[in-house]
Each structure stands twice: as structure tokens, then as C-alpha cells.
């Protein structure tokens, strides 16, 4: 049973990334999925929430209008859509899973928690 986040990398201030979160081993259909990071020398943050059938989503402040939670339970697949990256967006991005629905920041709050991947926004 794993979930693994992916898509991180190195990207330009002003520009995108879509993170992918799968897993195997399990379904996601039954999960809400929680995508989180954490910036280098601070606490880590929740950033949304996408219900199991993807209709109830749930964005920190900070977030909304330019990061974008969807997914597709036939791919088994959540995804991460960040829009307009800044050099603060540089971080270590995960996803969690839990049956229910919540927009928390400690691991053990989750079922299944993600190894991460890392965003760098650099010029």
C-alpha cells in the first residue's frame, strides 16, 4: 500500500505545475485527498481537500484561486494544478489520504501519507 505524490521540480517564477498523486495497493475512490507541503524552515501547511467523488473541495486561503485540486478516480490518480509559482512556493509537496473529510496539517491525522515531492521556483 503506497501513495506517492510526483511532478515536482524546478519551474520559473510566474510559471505551473501539476502535481500527481497515485496510489497502489488501494483505491482513492473511497479516500478525500489532502495535498500539503512544507516550506524549508517553516511548519508545514494544508493546502486543500478534494472529497472522494472530487465535488466538495476545500482550499486554505492562501491557495485559493491559484492552486487547483482535481481528480480522476478511473486513473486512481488526485492531482495538484499551481498556477502563478513564487520563490515562496518552494517546498516539499505531499498528499494524505483519509476517509474523511479534512483540511489538517499533521501526518497522523491521515490513513495513507505520501512520500513527497519537491517544488523548486527559482529564476
Known amino acids: 500500500v503506497q501513495l506517492q505524490a510526483s511532478g515536482g521540480g524546478l519551474v520559473q517564477p510566474g510559471g505551473s505545475l501539476r502535481l500527481s498523486c497515485a496510489a497502489s495497493?488501494?483505491?482513492?475512490?473511497?479516500?478525500?485527498i489532502g495535498w500539503l507541503r512544507r516550506v524549508p524552515g517553516k511548519e508545514r501547511e494544508a493546502i486543500s481537500c478534494i472529497s472522494s467523488s472530487g465535488e466538495s473541495l476545500t482550499y486554505k486561503d492562501s491557495f485559493q484561486g491559484r492552486f487547483t485540486a482535481s481528480r480522476d478516480n478511473a486513473k486512481n490518480t488526485v492531482y495538484l494544478q499551481m498556477n502563478s509559482l513564487k520563490p515562496g512556493d518552494t517546498a516539499v509537496y505531499h498528499c494524505?489520504?483519509?476517509?474523511?473529510?479534512?483540511?489538517?496539517?499533521?501526518?497522523?491525522?491521515?490513513?495513507?501519507w505520501g512520500q513527497g515531492t519537491l517544488v523548486t521556483v527559482s529564476s
Open positions: 495497493g488501494f483505491t482513492l475512490d473511497n479516500y478525500s
Open positions: 494524505a489520504a483519509n476517509k474523511d473529510y479534512l483540511l489538517a496539517t499533521r501526518a497522523s491525522e491521515y490513513d495513507y
